[in-house]
């Protein structure tokens, strides 16, 4: 006779990780408050598998499951996508309703962001045109080594300053989404979806540019149709606390059935935004916000069809984000993310001795170089320090395939779970 529901505890897959144990009565709570779905995994003492929770005969079945408090109904939640002049006229009505929170929170906005474009902003204008000149007068009285540690150095913050300001840019979107939906806790939230922004954003300034550079490559339209349809990727990371390559996926399947329209409403709000330029300027502290809403509008649509999708809401894949973090970032970085603590800190400085081994041979060989005129031929390459970079790249990429490893051993232990290859033991 198989013991009442209540007498059982649970173990669930939650996050690719086996949790618990748990009594009946919190995996209950666990689904009303949305944590978990009836079909995540689950196990009990005395069950052969793990299985999803609607096929364990629980009397989940009569569990209502509480729909979330209605927020401030938003015209674009019809039936079909709106049109674009659809979305142009629900966004002027919404941008009128809120236009002073819009805009206060744009002030703040723009005063702290920025904070983090101006030094960029004032570098990409007075060096990067002179670069080449700059660096012949300097290379003869400064090493060309500092030159390149200099670039380097220049380069990192140049990341760093776009990187924070994604990360605010992901915040100021999540607040005025809280704005339009009526949230009274809007801030709260806000600051919620900014931490767990951190590390997907940290993936999205660096590796988001790469997926484009390499699509474009292939002709300009796969760069264009990847832009469009990864759009929403930043609200969802911010919003609905996705992964970075699960948001990027869930914001290309939801977009591409409407690809073309989702490109013309976009075309159409980005004219709207730069048109209060023809009203003395003035008329962008209105026609912006109503951009900005647009767009908020869009993503509310999809969301909702994302909601109405179960295949979509499964759990995100953390290992792809490692994976990138370890191969596009930085060997280790995706180790430390997933708690490899140890390893991370090896991977990370052994990389850097790479790093800089070949930065320091790049050195040698352009100093020969730039004093000596000679050809950049294979020969001169070799005899000139070209052993010390492919010395330090081979030394680097050791440790980059040491990364790859790593997120390769934890995407198989995700799989493991998942797929309920080992129950947990009953006297766990």
Same mark, same amino acid.
């Given at each position: 006779m198989k013991p009442a529901p209540e007498s059982l505890s649970y173990?669930? #897959?939650?996050?690719?990780?086996?949790?618990?144990? &748990?009594?009946? !009565?919190?995996?209950?709570?666990?689904?009303? *408050?949305?944590?978990?779905?009836?079909?995540?995994?689950g196990w009990y003492p005395g069950k052969g598998e793990w299985e999803k929770l609607s096929k364990l005969d629980l009397g989940l079945e009569e569990i209502d499951l509480i729909p979330p408090l209605p927020q401030e109904e938003l015209p674009l939640c019809q039936k079909e996508i709106? =049109?674009?002049? !659809?979305?142009?006229?629900? #966004? &002027?009505?919404?941008?009128? *309703?809120?236009?002073? +929170?819009?805009?206060?929170?744009?002030?703040?906005?723009? #005063?702290? #962001?920025?904070v983090c474009q101006a030094p960029?902003?004032?570098?990409?204008?007075?060096?990067?045109?002179?670069?080449?000149?700059?660096?012949?007068?300097?290379? !003869? =009285?400064? @090493?060309?080594?500092?030159?390149?540690?200099?670039?380097? $150095?220049?380069?990192?913050?140049?990341t760093v300053m776009t990187y924070l300001n994604n990360l605010i840019? $992901? %915040?100021?979107? +999540?607040?005025?989404? %809280?704005?339009?939906?009526?949230?009274?806790? +809007?801030? *709260?939230? @806000?600051?919620?979806?900014?931490l767990h922004s951190? $590390?997907?954003a940290l993936l999205y300034t660096v590796v988001m540019p790469l997926i484009l550079m390499i699509a474009a490559l292939f002709l300009i339209l796969p760069a264009i149709y990847l832009g469009v349809g990864y759009i929403f990727a930043p609200l969802l990371i911010v919003d609905q606390k996705l992964s970075f390559w699960t948001a990027l996926e869930t914001s290309r399947k939801l977009v591409h059935p409407y690809w073309? +329209?989702?490109?013309? =409403?976009?075309?159409?709000?980005?004219?709207?935004?730069? =048109?209060?330029? &023809?009203?003395?300027?003035?008329g962008v502290f209105f026609t912006l916000p109503m951009a900005l809403?647009? &767009?908020?509008?869009?993503?509310e649509y999809f969301l909702r069809e994302y909601k109405k999708n179960p295949e979509m809401q499964s759990t995100s894949k953390i290992y792809q984000d490692v994976m990138a973090a370890n191969l596009f970032v930085f060997p280790g970085l995706g180790s430390w993310w997933i708690g490899e603590t140890k390893v991370a800190?090896?991977?990370?400085? %052994?990389?850097?001795?790479?790093?800089?081994?070949?930065?320091?041979?790049?050195?040698?060989?352009?100093i020969i170089w730039l004093h000596q005129s000679q050809q950049a031929a294979f020969a001169f390459f070799l005899k000139s320090g070209g052993w010390t970079i492919l010395g330090g790249l081979i030394f680097f990429k050791c440790f980059w395939a040491w990364g790859f490893w790593t997120a390769w051993k934890y995407k198989k232990s995700g799989e493991r779970i998942s797929e309920s290859v080992e129950p947990p033991h009953p006297s766990s």
């Open positions: 173990y669930l #897959a939650i996050d690719q990780k086996q949790a618990g144990p &748990f009594t009946f !009565e919190q995996v209950k709570q666990m689904l009303l *408050e949305g944590k978990i779905t009836k079909e995540t995994l709106p =049109s674009s002049f !659809e979305l142009i006229r629900i #966004a &002027f009505q919404k941008t009128k *309703e809120h236009w002073w +929170r819009i805009v206060l929170a744009g002030f703040v906005y723009i #005063a702290v #962001a920025g960029g902003e004032i570098v990409s204008r007075l060096v990067v045109p002179h670069m080449t000149s700059l660096i012949k007068q300097i290379s !003869e =009285s400064i @090493s060309l080594k500092m030159i390149l540690l200099g670039f380097v $150095f220049f380069v990192g913050i140049l840019t $992901f %915040g100021f979107y +999540r607040y005025v989404l %809280g704005i339009l939906r009526g949230e009274k806790d +809007r801030l *709260e939230l @806000s600051q919620k979806g900014i951190w $590390f997907p073309g +329209r989702v490109f013309l =409403s976009l075309l159409f709000l980005g004219l709207i935004a730069i =048109s209060g330029i &023809f009203f003395l300027l003035v809403v647009g &767009f908020l509008v869009l993503y800190i090896f991977q990370m400085l %052994g990389a850097l001795i790479g790093f800089l081994i070949s930065l320091y041979g790049m050195g040698e060989v352009g």
